[in-house]
């Protein structure tokens, strides 16, 4: 099929004037490339994907970090029963005591340090045995002498107190 | 879609750049500038205050050049170790951000920007050892199976031969 010069042109956009349709929809194209089908090729299918995968993008973003954090959750819970303490009263417990580890890193320790994991979990049941809390499942820690240090830690605003 | 449209990498350098030696993956530095225009003043600002030969004595290693180029907007041309070309827009920058510039292409690697799937990456990344269930002794998955936790499960071919020979012996006798 031989086609004349002038229909391979394209109209060249310019200001208050229609510019070529091919470059509004080359534009969605691009994006559809590795959709399936013809929602990949044809520009009135690949519109409406293209416009919703946006919608789904953007509605990911607040899901994406709930979910990570029940992931998180999950991972912490099951490492700590292993231990014999819920997952909340880790979490809860090592901020009482200022240790600032987030979810994300305490899920990190429990794959990959167990051991570090384990003292945390530690630390939590001293602390709450010393308060009198004693979770029903967990073995007793391994003695320590605290001092009241983990009821009353040492941080920079209270140093004056310890001084 | 964003994934499949950009795929994440991991962090990684050139020929592990940086593990034992590190050298520099920038080569050569262009900035490219009118004389005249007002958008090109920080770059001229950039030159005149000095910063771009302290830039240049600083970095040996780096071919530094200088390119006027007549009712052209200013820009940042950096070319790396692995043939990679970056252009950086300074058009109506300030100075400083030049600077900035400069000195941001010194330490890049000239790899394709492109999203992580971490800003950390370890080839080693447990030194106590990745957990098991054996880490701790075997106190996980413990139980006997058949578990009345778990649904039915048909009868096995054993057991269907013992159900038969039930029922013929209660029919014989």
């Known amino acids: 099929m031989h086609l004349t010069c002038p229909l391979w042109v394209r109209r060249i956009p310019k200001i208050y004037r229609n510019n070529d349709p091919f470059y509004l929809r080359n534009l969605y194209l691009q994006f559809s490339f590795l959709f399936r089908g013809r929602s990949s ?25 709930d ?45 990959y340090e167990p051991y570090s994991f384990k003292s945390l979990t530690d630390l939590v049941k001293q602390y709450h045995s010393e308060l009198g809390i004693v979770p029903p499942n967990a073995e007793p820690p391994a003695p320590v002498v605290t001092r009241g240090l983990l009821q009353s830690p040492i941080v920079p605003g209270n140093r004056k107190y310890y001084e | 879609m964003s994934r499949q449209m950009l795929p994440r990498v991991f962090l990684s350098q050139p020929l592990q750049n940086g593990v034992s030696r590190y050298t520099c993956q920038l080569k050569r530095i262009t900035l490219k500038f009118c004389k005249f225009r007002p958008n090109s ?32 907007p200013p820009v940042l041309q950096a070319e790396f170790a692995n043939g990679s070309v970056q252009l950086a827009r300074i058009d109506s920058f300030p100075a400083e951000f030049v600077r900035r510039w400069f000195w941001l292409m010194r330490g890049r690697s000239g790899d394709d920007l492109l999203p992580l799937h971490e800003n950390l990456r370890s080839f080693h990344p447990s030194v106590q050892g990745v957990w098991t269930p054996f880490t701790f002794g075997r106190s996980v998955g413990l139980g006997d199976l058949p578990d009345s936790r778990h649904r039915p499960m048909s009868p096995s071919a054993t057991e269907l031969i013992q159900q038969l020979h039930r029922l013929q012996s209660a029919r014989m006798s």
């Not at chain 1, 993008?57 to 607040?62: C, I, T």
């Not at chain 1, 991972?75 to 090592?94: E, F, S, T, W, Y």
Request: glycine share 6%.
């Open chain 1, 41 to 65: 090729r044809c520009f009135r299918l690949a519109e409406q994907r293209v416009i919703k995968a946006f919608q789904h993008m953007n509605a990911m973003r607040a899901v994406r970090k």
């Open chain 1, 67 to 111: 979910r990570f954090k029940q992931l998180c959750d999950e991972r912490i819970d099951a490492a700590c029963a292993q231990h014999g303490i819920p997952g909340k009263m880790l979490v809860d417990g090592l901020g009482r005591m200022n240790i600032q580890l987030n979810r994300k890193m305490l899920q990190q320790l429990a794959i």
């Open chain 2, 41 to 72: 003043l920080g770059a001229r600002e950039f030159i005149e205050n000095g910063d771009f030969l302290e830039f240049a004595r600083a970095n040996p290693q780096v071919a530094c050049y200088l390119k006027p180029r007549r009712n052209r």
